[in-house]
C-alpha cells in the first residue's frame, strides 16, 4: 500500500502517533510516509474521520491519549494487517476488509431485527468508513 511523493520517491503506509492541541495523543493514525523526504499525508480514507474526533474534542480538550483504530474502522484493519510493525500487506487488507463488511453487514441485520435504530445508524457509518474509497495497491 503505497504512493508517489512530489519529490518523486515512494511512500510508504505507517501507523502513527498524531498530537492534537499539544494535549491529545491520538495513537495508530495511517499516514504515508516519504523517506526520502520525511513528507507525511494523513491517509486519505482516514482523513474525515480524523476531522471529525477533533471537532468532537474541541479547542481546549483535556489531556488525553487513545488509539484511532476504536474510532476509525481503516485504522483498525491496517492495525490488524500491520501486525508486528510490518507494512501491511494490500492482499491481507482485501481480505480483513471483506470480513469486517461482511460481518458489519450480519451485525446490521441483528439490529434491524431488534429494532435498535441507534446501533443501526452506529453500523451504517461503519461501513460507509470501510466502503469510502479502496485504497491504491
Known sequence: MRKWCSCGSEMKIR?????????VEIDN?????CPACNRNEVF???KPDLTGLIVKLGEK???QSFSFSEWSEWAD???QAGMGGKEPDAREVE????????ALLD????AQSLGDVG??????SRLSQITRRTPNT
Not at 493514525?29 to 510516509?33: Q, T
Not at 446501533?119 to 451504517?124: A, V
Open 15 to 23: 501507523l502513527s502517533t498524531v498530537i492534537y492541541s499539544g494535549r
Open 29 to 33: 493514525v495511517p499516514i504515508y510516509s
Open 44 to 46: 486519505p480514507e482516514v
Open 61 to 63: 480538550p483535556p489531556r
Open 77 to 79: 484493519l491496517l492495525l
Open 95 to 102: 481480505r480483513l476488509v471483506e470480513e469486517r463488511v461482511n
Open 107 to 110: 451485525l446490521h441485520l441483528l
Open 119 to 124: 446501533w443501526q445508524e452506529e453500523l451504517r
